[in-house]
């Protein structure tokens, strides 16, 4: 594959991007760079070689779900700047 300037332009559109003619050169550049060195991934051996999701092993690290008791009502709306009937009183917002 040849990275041209339409190819350039053609990815500025589906980027939403505009590039100036410098960046344009320097994008043309470095995409030929990306594509070589897949060439050069492409001419390894890889027969045998079980693929990856991840690099690492994955292991579920949550604890584990039990029911506990929360803090005391009371103490919760000992903060409150205002409460009423055993709830936080609030400004309205929608009238």
Same mark, same amino acid.
């Given at each position: 594959?040849?990275? &041209? &300037? @339409? ?6 559109? %589906?980027?939403?991007?505009?590039? @100036? ?5 320097? $994008?043309?550049? &470095?995409?030929?760079?990306? %594509?070589?060195?897949?060439?050069? %991934?492409? $001419?390894? +051996? ?11 092993? +994955?292991? +579920? #690290?949550?604890?584990? &779900? @039990? $029911?506990?008791?929360?803090? $005391? ?15 936080? #009183? ?6």
């Amino acid at each position: 594959m040849t990275i &041209d &300037d @339409a190819l350039i332009q053609y990815l500025e559109e %589906l980027s939403k991007l505009r590039l @100036a003619p410098e960046e344009q050169a320097a $994008a043309k550049e &470095d995409l030929g760079k990306i %594509l070589g060195y897949m060439q050069t %991934l492409s $001419a390894l +051996n890889t027969e045998g070689v079980e693929g990856l999701s991840h690099p690492l092993a +994955n292991e +579920n #690290v949550f604890r584990e &779900d @039990a $029911a506990r008791p929360s803090a $005391a009502r009371a103490a919760i709306l000992d903060n409150a700047p205002r409460q009423k009937d055993g709830c936080f #009183v609030v400004p309205k917002t929608v009238e």
